[in-house]
């Protein structure tokens, strides 16, 4: 009798937690539903059977049972513009997790400029791997890469603008981020493409850069970079010459977080150390309340 008391005691208590847990809007990896390849523009040209470089998306979803909209977080995969897919292990384990703090997560395939156009002296390792460019410019293959892929992130948030009733996504919140060259298209598509789609309310850059920060103004959404100091591929001065601009124009909500002994795509550690301080950041340019 008293084992049955105990177990009914913990089930009631069990069932409270999940409640709170469900309410807060903190869902579990159970809870998130993932709606794959979905077409968000029409395929690009002589690219048939490479769907690295197609226009889709995972939309990743937090099912909570309440009627408010989810504010959104766009994902753009790195690979130096050659390489990469929103499929690669990293970027599905990060997807999930900010899902799971109550984020609609867009995780975006694009157009990969320098896998289809071999180069030399344009990849994002050559051109930064020292220090940022003294005249503020990258190669100009690497710079044409750069716009094709923020060219198709805007069609993403053309998508998201369309699709915001059917899938609940809070249009009028949304931040981008993206790790590496997927970084790199985040911050030109904030600060340097002059997208009026939607508004970008704030931007997460895992070690990616600009070759200047030119369009970096006082009304322009805060950052929150993180960046090893030990990267051989996109040096760690980019970072701190960005932060470095947020500072000078007003930008308190700007964060830095130099990684130390780390080196470049370092998403196990964010996925394990930094998920929390993510969703505070967003919480905070998204005018969330930590219940909401």
């Given at each position: 009798?008293k084992?049955?008391c105990?177990?009914i ?8 937690i999940?409640a ?6 903190k869902v579990?990896?159970?809870s998130v ?14 690219f ?5 470089s ?18 959104v977080l ?7 513009f050659?390489g ?9 384990l990060?997807c999930?997790?900010?899902a ?9 395939n ?15 390792g ?5 220090a940022?460019p ?5 190669h100009?293959?690497?710079?044409t ?5 923020a060219?198709?992130?805007?069609m ?5 603008k369309?699709n ?7 249009a009028?919140?949304v ?6 060259a997927?970084a ?23 070690w ?6 030119d369009?970096v103004n006082?009304?322009?959404?805060a950052v929150l ?5 030990q ?8 970072a701190k ?12 909500t ?8 780390m080196g ?7 996925i394990k150390?930094?998920?929390?301080r ?10 969330i309340?930590?219940?909401a």
């Amino acid at each position: 009798m008293k084992s049955n008391c105990l177990f009914i005691k913990v089930l009631i208590f069990s069932t409270i937690i999940i409640a709170i847990i469900t309410l807060n809007g903190k869902v579990s990896a159970q809870s998130v539903k993932v709606f794959q390849n979905m077409r968000y523009a029409e395929k690009p040209k002589g690219f048939e059977q490479d769907t690295s470089s197609d226009r889709l998306l995972d939309l990743y979803l937090p099912q909570v049972e309440n009627n408010k909209s989810y504010p959104v977080l766009v994902f753009i995969h790195g690979g130096g513009f050659a390489g990469g897919d929103k499929n690669a292990k990293g970027n599905v384990l990060l997807c999930q997790k900010i899902a799971e703090k109550g984020y609609a997560v867009v995780s975006i395939n694009y157009y990969l400029y320098l896998r289809q156009h071999k180069i030399a002296g344009a990849s994002a390792g050559v051109n930064m791997k020292d220090a940022v460019p003294a005249d503020g410019k990258f190669h100009p293959g690497l710079e044409t890469a750069v716009k094709h892929a923020a060219a198709d992130t805007e069609m993403a948030l053309q998508w998201i603008k369309d699709n915001a009733t059917t899938y609940k996504l809070d249009a009028n919140r949304v931040a981008i981020s993206g790790g590496s060259a997927g970084a790199m298209t985040a911050l030109y598509t904030a600060y340097q493409s002059k997208q009026q789609i939607l508004p970008i309310r704030c931007v997460v850059n895992l070690w990616g850069g600009l070759a200047n920060t030119d369009g970096v103004n006082a009304s322009s959404p805060a950052v929150l970079t993180f960046h090893g100091d030990q990267d051989e591929i996109i040096n760690v001065a980019y970072a701190k010459a960005l932060h470095q601009k947020m500072t000078a124009v007003g930008s308190s909500t700007s964060e830095m977080h130099i990684l130390q002994n780390m080196g470049h795509a370092i998403y196990n550690y964010i996925i394990k150390s930094e998920i929390n301080r993510i969703d505070e950041f967003l919480q905070k340019c998204m005018g969330i309340k930590p219940d909401a």
